[in-house]
T-cell receptor, first 112, second 115 residues
Framework: DAKTTQPNSMESNEEEPVHLPCNHS???????IHWYRQLPSQGPEYVIH???SNVNNRMASLAIAEDRKSSTLILHRATLRDAAVYYC?????????????FGKGTKLSVIP | DTGVSQDPRHKITKRGQNVTFRCDPI?????LYWYRQTLGQGPEFLTY????????KSRLLSDRFSAERPKGSFSTLEIQRTEQGDSAMYLC?????????????FGQGTRLTVV
């Protein structure tokens, strides 16, 4: 499986935008980029996913580099509720099982 | 609430005892997954069902671990002869059938403590 690299931790001030980076230099053409987050004492929660084009949803935006070797999850206005561990995960299209390979993720702290 | 439900939320057991956890997926989801998460680590995939068929079980940690989904609805994960190293959060997830990729919905997990 292609691997992802994320910073261990990041901090943001409340109500400011947050850019969470992810490197995936060995990504293949059929790999989707997924982001999940895990709030304390909760199961992971889907945030967003994309293949080649940038994606927006009500939670966040996903910016994918043209060469697809990196991506950035953008939270437009961080709130205290966004404090969580964010995981960047690659999944192979048509893999069937859709098993997720989690790394250690980025722990985001939001400062009031 | 129609999310993924796991029971119990917490389990404390003595070393050597058997434990069983239950997962009720979202009703229209035919895919069900089990993960394990230890402190400070991301979840680790264990096994996967499509309907009642267990299509991937090579990642189960040892032969003490087994999972079933007898009618393609709820699933159980059993750990026999528990060891202290089995202490972890056990997470269940479900997803819709999809040709490509889709989102997985996770339960809140069962926290196992082996004493």
């Amino acid at each position: 499986d292609a691997k992802t690299t994320q910073p261990n931790s990041m901090e943001s001030n409340e109500e400011e935008p947050v850019h969470l980076p992810c490197n995936h230099s060995t990504i293949s053409g059929t790999d989707y980029i997924h982001w999940y987050r895990q709030l304390p004492s909760q199961g992971p929660e889907y945030v967003i996913h994309g293949l080649t084009s940038n994606v927006n949803n009500r939670m966040a935006s996903l910016a994918i580099a043209e060469d697809r070797k990196s991506s950035t999850l953008i939270l437009h206005r961080a709130t205290l509720r966004d404090a969580a561990v964010y995981y960047c995960i690659l999944t192979r299209s048509g893999a069937g099982s859709y098993q997720l390979t989690f790394g250690k993720g980025t722990k985001l702290s939001v400062i009031p | 609430d129609t999310g993924v439900s796991q029971d119990p939320r917490h389990k404390i057991t003595k070393r050597g005892q058997n434990v069983t956890f239950r997962c009720d997926p979202i009703s229209e989801h035919n895919r069900l997954y089990w993960y394990r998460q230890t402190l400070g680590q991301g979840p680790e995939f264990l096994t996967y069902f499509q309907n009642e068929a267990q299509l991937e079980k090579s990642r189960l940690l040892s032969d003490r671990f087994s999972a079933e989904r007898p009618k393609g609805s709820f699933s159980t994960l059993e750990i026999q002869r528990t060891e202290q190293g089995d202490s972890a959060m056990y997470l269940c997830a479900s997803s819709k059938p999809s040709q490509g990729n889709t989102e997985a919905f996770f339960g809140q997990g069962t926290r196992l403590t082996v004493v």
